[in-house]
């Protein structure tokens, strides 16, 4: 009896993992024959692609609606969210893209994929990374070992070893010299030349020499960069900006970088002023204007400024989105809102942040979807 609980227990997190998206996309899929009719009812019921749900019903996966109307039928192995007008499915040993009807856009024929993203996909074909447009159109006659997602027009590219960029059509354009080469930002982009970090620009010129142990790429017009065992910020003309300090520092994302420094977290601005002293033992990125941070074990919320909006009270807190973030402070999740109000009562045994008006819960053992308000719009089987 163990044994088997076990298993479902296993068999309801694979589940709970698959439908949020968090497992990068292996496997494969095949044509699912539905017939002319089928086809025109899906086209008939069209809906924004973002605004759909991965739900599992009957040992497959489908998509809910925000109202909780199952629009794409439960007959995938595996399907994840839709990323840039298409979402990526599997059926079998095969992976392809459908619509939001649906319908297959990009037949199953792949062992490995990664969402669009800007309107390319990486697939693999015989062991290499190939490029593929949404209509399935391959970028360039080139498979690569291995590449990077297109950013600013470039994408990085390794071939025997070495890494280049390729532009959106398949062509070269900085050929392949470097030992790493990571996304473009700000019309640079990061690459490590004999053991050292830079940045070049997209004639592959170096704009900021490859001088620094360990660097990351430009967010903010900030990057991080570091000097000895400190870490410092720099600006896009190589200039030092704020001076390496930091025994520990993280990329601006909504202009704050958190930083630490005699052992506690803080937030800096762009010039580098304190924005929130070094306090925390543990602190995130901001996201949506809100920064989870933890003393101890005991987490909360600060919004930009530094005040805790949402007292230090809980074993856990994620992302706010939607006015809610999901906390828990003994074995049930609730939500509070950004005053700290509990606003929907701890009573799920998982819970995820709100994405476009639902946010995905586990509720009496089953996968659920709740609105702002705490009502169920969906669940895989009746409560």
């Not at 969402?115 to 391959?138: E, L, M, N, T």
């Not at 074990?297 to 400024?305: A, P, Y």
């Amino acid at each position: 009896m163990l044994a088997e609980e076990k298993v479902k227990g296993i068999d309801r997190l694979y589940r709970w993992i698959v439908s949020a998206g968090l497992v990068f996309l292996v496997g494969g899929c095949t044509p699912d024959g539905r017939n002319i009719v089928d086809q025109r009812i899906a086209e008939a019921r069209a809906v924004p692609p973002e605004s759909l749900y991965v739900a599992y019903e009957g040992g497959q996966f489908g998509y809910i609606n925000p109202d909780g109307e199952m629009v794409i039928e439960p007959r995938y192995e595996i399907a994840y969210v839709f990323r840039d007008g298409l979402a990526p499915v599997r059926v079998g040993e095969k992976w392809g893209y459908i619509d939001s009807t649906g319908r297959y856009v990009i037949e199953p024929e792949y062992l490995k994929i990664t969402p669009f993203k800007k309107g390319f996909a990486r697939v693999h074909v015989d062991g290499k990374q190939i490029y593929i447009k949404k209509s399935g159109a391959r970028i360039g006659s080139q498979a690569y070992d291995f590449g990077y997602h297109f950013s600013e027009g470039l994408a990085f590219v390794m071939i025997d070893g070495k890494y280049g960029a390729i532009d959106t059509t398949g062509r070269m354009v900085i050929e392949p010299e470097y030992e790493l080469g990571y996304f473009f930002a700000h019309g640079l982009g990061l690459v490590k030349k004999d053991g050292k970090w830079g940045y070049i620009d997209k004639t592959n010129r170096f704009v900021v020499p490859p001088v620094y142990e360990e660097a990351d790429s430009f967010w903010g017009s900030r990057a991080k960069v570091k000097v000895g065992d400190k870490w410092g910020f720099i600006d896009t003309t190589g200039a030092m900006v704020i001076k390496p300090s930091y025994k520990d520092a993280w990329s601006f994302i909504e202009s704050r970088a958190r930083v630490k420094s005699d052992g506690k977290w803080g937030f800096i601005d762009t010039t580098g002023a304190s924005v929130v002293n070094c306090r925390y033992d543990t602190a995130e990125n901001f996201s949506g204007g809100y920064a989870r941070v933890a003393m101890g074990t005991k987490w909360g919320f600060i919004d930009k400024s530094g005040k805790e909006i949402v007292p230090l009270e809980y074993r856990e807190v994620k992302p706010f989105c939607c006015g809610l973030a999901p906390v828990r402070k003994t074995t049930k999740w609730g939500y509070v809102d950004t005053s700290g109000a509990m606003v929907i009562e701890p009573r799920f045994s998982r819970a995820e942040s709100f994405h476009k008006g639902l946010a995905k819960v586990t509720f009496k053992g089953k996968e659920a979807y709740i609105d702002p308000t705490g009502k169920i719009v969906w669940s895989e089987k009746p409560m």
